[in-house]
């Protein structure tokens, strides 16, 4: 769960950005995007103030341009943490900083324009959602003990559902609940007006 302390005499449709906390202690500030009242709680929609990146591994049979290569997402801590200070190294040569953060990796500096040739569609095959598909912008490749690897960014927002409640602590909320299905459908709208 995430976790977040303010003084109380700020109300909730003052607040402009919030920290998360994961349960190791990494931090994610996120912009405020939107908030609703509820008897409960307020639930308010994040984004991430640094911009979200993926890491992917790519299969060592096929090659990247391939269409039937396969990249596997990273998304083990203890993987990443091995292959992180490579990919700090190669994002810093394009003026970008990686961070550790909590629930993404983030970079923090000004991505490079985005070209239809970089652009990468991820197929998301999970036990929830049979295919989802993701529109990733790539960064930079590199090489780890052989193994390719390359960062992309997502094309989409990342966003959070979080509740702020009457203790006022801040925490994550599943948006797959059925319960939060509603609340997150009228963030989400009326975030676009």
Not at 93 to 122: R, S
Request: net charge negative.
């Amino acid at each position: 769960m995430s976790s977040f302390q303010f003084s109380p005499e700020n109300e909730p449709e003052e607040i402009d950005s919030v920290t998360l906390t994961d349960d190791e202690g990494r931090t994610l500030e996120c912009y405020v995007e939107n908030a609703l009242e509820a008897e409960d709680g307020t639930y308010l929609l994040l984004m991430p103030v640094d911009i979200p990146v993926v890491i992917l591994a790519w299969d060592d049979q096929a090659e990247e341009e391939e269409e039937d290569s396969n990249a596997i997402l990273l998304e083990d801590k203890s993987e990443i943490e091995g292959i992180f200070p490579d990919a700090k190294a190669v994002l810093a040569e394009l003026d970008l900083t990686l961070k550790f953060t909590a629930f993404t990796l983030t970079v923090q500096g000004e991505l490079p324009p985005i070209e239809d040739d970089g652009i990468l569609t991820l197929e998301l095959d999970t036990d929830d959602k049979p295919l989802d598909s993701e529109e990733l912008q790539f960064l930079a490749s590199f090489y780890h003990q052989d193994q390719k690897y390359s960062i992309y960014t997502p094309l989409a927002p990342l966003l959070f559902l979080a509740k702020y409640n009457l203790l006022g602590e801040v925490s994550l909320v599943s948006p797959d609940d059925a319960r939060m299905q509603p609340i997150l459908e009228e963030l989400l709208f009326d975030e676009m007006e």
